[in-house]
Nanobody, 123 residues
Framework: QVQLVESGGGSVQAGGSLRLSCAAS????????MAWFRQLPGKRREGVAR??????TYANSAKGRFTISRDNANNTLTLQMNALKPEDTAMYYC??????????????????WGQGTQVTVSS
C-alpha cells in the first residue's frame, strides 16, 4: 500500500523560503508521476508542480520560484519554494500517480495523497 508523508511546512515572511519533503513508501519497481498540490479552505485543490521521471513541469504560479525534485534512492519528493508570497499560503499536499507519465493536473489524475502540511506566508 502506497503511503505519502509530507514534512517541512511552517510560517515564513514574504520573500522567504521553505522546503517541503514527501516520503513515499509502497511503490515497487516504478517511478510514478508525482506532484505537489495546494488548497485553501473552501477552494479547489490546485496543482503546483509535477514530475515525470526527472522532468518537471510547473503551474504558472510556481514558475521561476519553486523547484520540484525527487531522490529515487531515498523515495523522497521535494518542493523548494523561494520568493514566497502571502498568496502562497495554503495546505500543501504530496500526490502520487499510477503511471510514469503525468497525465493531467487535476486531483483526479492522482491516486495517492499525503495528509498535507501547512504553509503560511506573512506580509
Amino acid at each position: 500500500q502506497v503511503q505519502l508523508v509530507e514534512s517541512g511546512g511552517g510560517s515564513v515572511q514574504a520573500g522567504g523560503s521553505l522546503r517541503l519533503s514527501c516520503a513515499a513508501s509502497g511503490y515497487t519497481n516504478m517511478r510514478p508521476c508525482m506532484a505537489w498540490f495546494r488548497q485553501l479552505p473552501g477552494k479547489r485543490r490546485e496543482g503546483v508542480a509535477r514530475i515525470a521521471g526527472n522532468t518537471p513541469t510547473y503551474a504558472n504560479s510556481a514558475k521561476g520560484r519553486f523547484t520540484i525534485s525527487r531522490d529515487n534512492a531515498n523515495n523522497t519528493l521535494t518542493l523548494q519554494m523561494n520568493a514566497l508570497k502571502p498568496e502562497d499560503t495554503a495546505m500543501y499536499y504530496c500526490a502520487g500517480g499510477d503511471d510514469f507519465y503525468c497525465n493531467g493536473w487535476g486531483p483526479s489524475d492522482f491516486r495517492y495523497w499525503g495528509q498535507g502540511t501547512q504553509v503560511t506566508v506573512s506580509s
